[in-house]
């Protein structure tokens, strides 16, 4: 069954420091996601894709976030200065046109 | 706007009850509605879905759950809870109206099992 594949399952980091969180999303997708959990708190909308360009982003993904999808396959997710604060599980999914979203197992951020 | 609101953080049941848990969603359009489970240490699993069609949908592990647009619920029961069901489900909306749409996220409901 296809699934969506995140890399690294974990990265650790120190603040201000850049990190990508990279995403193989199932391969006849169109749209894709990216959302974030903090721990013990609910599962947050980032950011939508499509067509190469960003359909809808949250309050949360400012200026430090950007997203790309470099080569037809990958979907990245890049944290250009991390703070203390963006420590949390970063979900990527992806969706065809019938709306379901797959998610994948998640990256843990921890930032020190 | 959307939203959701689930009723209890945290629901204990003994091994082989009923398993209900609530979920409430606010939306100006028609909604699609989704459960998820998260199992620890895990990512986000699809356990049903409900875009149009039957209000009573059955998803995975023999949990179901029914639309019901005049009280704008979509709660998830099983008949009998098996302890693998301990984990946290998560209702979630977006807005049904095809191609992209981003998922609204209740906070979750943790689920105990008890011999």
């Known amino acids: 069954e296809p699934e969506v594949t995140q890399t690294p399952s974990h990265q650790v980091t120190q603040m201000g420091q850049e990190v990508i969180l990279r995403c193989v999303p199932i391969?006849?997708?169109?749209?894709f996601y990216w959302y974030r959990q903090i721990l013990g708190q609910k599962v947050e909308f980032l950011v939508s894709?499509?067509?190469?360009?960003?359909?809808?982003k949250s309050e949360i993904f400012d200026d430090q976030f950007s997203v790309e999808r470099p080569d037809g396959s990958n979907f990245t997710l890049k944290i250009r200065s991390t703070k203390l604060e963006d420590s949390a599980m970063y979900f990527c999914a992806s969706s065809d046109e019938g709306n379901i979203q797959y998610f994948g197992a998640g990256t843990r951020l921890s930032v020190l | 706007a959307q939203s959701v609101t689930q009723l209890g953080s945290h629901v204990s049941v003994s091994e082989g009850a009923l398993v209900l848990l609530r979920c409430n969603y606010s939306?100006?359009?028609?909604?699609?509605l989704f459960w998820y489970v998260q199992y620890p240490n895990q990512g986000l699993q699809l356990l049903l879905k409900y875009t149009t069609g039957a209000t009573l949908v059955k998803g995975i592990n023999g949990f179901e759950a029914e639309f019901k647009k005049s009280e704008t619920s979509f709660h998830l029961t099983k008949p009998s809870a098996h302890m693998s069901d301990a984990a946290e489900y998560f209702c979630?909306?977006?807005?049904?109206?095809?191609?992209?749409?981003?998922?609204?996220f209740g906070a979750g409901t943790r689920l105990a099992v008890h011999p």
């Open positions: 939306s100006s359009v028609p909604p699609y």
């Open positions: 894709f499509y067509n190469n360009e960003i359909s809808e």
């Open positions: 979630a909306v977006s807005a049904n109206s095809g191609g992209y749409n981003k998922l609204i």
């Open positions: 391969s006849n997708h169109l749209y």
